[in-house]
């Protein structure tokens, strides 16, 4: 058994997002002892790279599992180049809002919000999952809902949580203004306080516990994922904030798994500090080290000049001081593998992101 798994660059400027490849099994056998997974594909620019990038390195056109974690396009909409190029996807794992609209059409208040008309919005406003399921339909890839009641898998969302979350989509009726106004005023907000600095220590943090929804209700939906690698645990968190992550951690509770022992850990939603806080990161990751020591690495997907916002040098420091190495995309491929890995010519070695001692507030 041996493992890689690929965190390949999204993005130009500014804007993030996640797209990753990777394989398990017997590397060195034949394709049918191994498995083949993508989760999320950035936009079409990294879904195509992240085909090239399964044919090149992985020498297959074939893939077992699509993950598509939430509908924002930054992670879906390069999803739609796998599924079209690649021979054969085993199955496809999203989410599928308008099977939900029987379910959420009473939580709103107002009758005239009919199941028709939820369907219809979610049908008209999330286009890159609906292009998703069209082709997934055409090629006769089966579409599976991944939800932490019956997938083994999945930390959260449960279909409740999910349920929970769709409610409060930005399409949805009647709450969509309301947090888009809500959200212009945070901003704002957010923009004021951008421009001020403040001093860390290793044992002074400036990270402060999100409120529940500091981040969408679409990054709440986010598949979490916990996978297991040649006996090594894996936890892949998308976009998920405070309110999915703790649902997450409760779920690996009544699992019996500790996931302060997981040794590879994603940052979720590309190192924002909307989404993590002191309380959340010592139960997932774990708790502050006595001193200066690193036993588990944290990838986060970023942009090349997302700085300062993504990731977020507190956050960074944050995941460091409980014992996270911090490594970021920022333009390039983060490999990280078992020593049975197949070698790559012409890889080195990534460089962890430092130890900040001034963050942005
Ligand atoms: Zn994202």
Redesign the pocket.
């Known amino acids: 058994m041996a493992y890689e798994v690929d965190f390949l660059p999204v993005g130009e400027g500014e804007r993030?997002?996640?797209a990753i490849a990777l394989r398990f099994g017997n590397l060195a056998g034949s394709r049918d002892e191994q498995q083949v997974w993508v989760i999320d594909g950035g936009t079409k620019e990294s879904g195509q790279a992240l085909v090239g990038h399964i044919k090149k390195y992985y020498g297959t056109d074939r893939v077992d599992v699509v993950v598509c974690t939430h509908p924002?396009s930054?992670?879906a909409s390069g999803l739609s180049v796998v599924l079209e190029q690649m021979s054969k996807v085993g199955v496809l794992l999203m989410h599928q809002p308008w099977n939900h609209a029987e379910d959420i059409h009473h939580l709103f208040d107002d009758e005239r919000v009919t199941r028709s008309r939820i369907e219809e919005r979610v049908w008209r406003a999330l286009q890159d999952v609906r292009e998703l399921e069209k082709i997934a339909t055409r090629k006769g890839i089966p579409i599976r809902e991944p939800f932490s009641d019956d997938c083994k898998f999945v930390l959260s969302p449960s279909k409740a949580f999910y349920e929970q979350q769709l409610a409060n989509f930005r399409c949805m009726p009647e709450v969509a203004k309301k947090t888009q106004m809500q959200r212009l005023i945070e901003a704002l907000f957010a923009k004021a306080k951008e421009a001020a600095r403040a001093a860390e220590t290793w044992f002074k943090e400036t990270l402060a516990d999100p409120e529940p929804d500091a981040t969408s209700a679409e990054n709440n939906s986010s598949v979490v994922l916990l996978l297991e690698l040649d006996g090594e645990r894996f936890l892949f968190t998308a976009?998920a904030g405070v309110p999915a992550l703790t649902e997450a951690a409760n779920r690996a509770d009544a699992l019996g798994i500790d996931l302060k022992n997981v040794r590879f850990i994603q940052v979720p939603?590309?190192g924002s500090k909307r989404n993590v806080g002191p309380t959340i990161l010592n139960r997932i990751v774990g708790p502050i080290k006595q001193t200066e020591s690193y036993d588990k690495a944290a990838y986060v997907s970023a942009s090349k000049d997302g700085q300062p916002k993504h990731p977020a040098k507190k956050v960074v420091n944050a995941f460091k001081r409980r014992g996270a190495q911090v490594y970021a995309t920022q333009g390039r491929t983060l490999w990280h593998h078992g020593s049975d890995a197949p070698q790559r010519q012409g890889w080195s070695n990534a460089t962890p992101l430092p130890f900040y001692e001034e963050v942005d507030e």
């Open positions: 993030c997002g996640d924002d930054d992670h976009d939603h590309h």
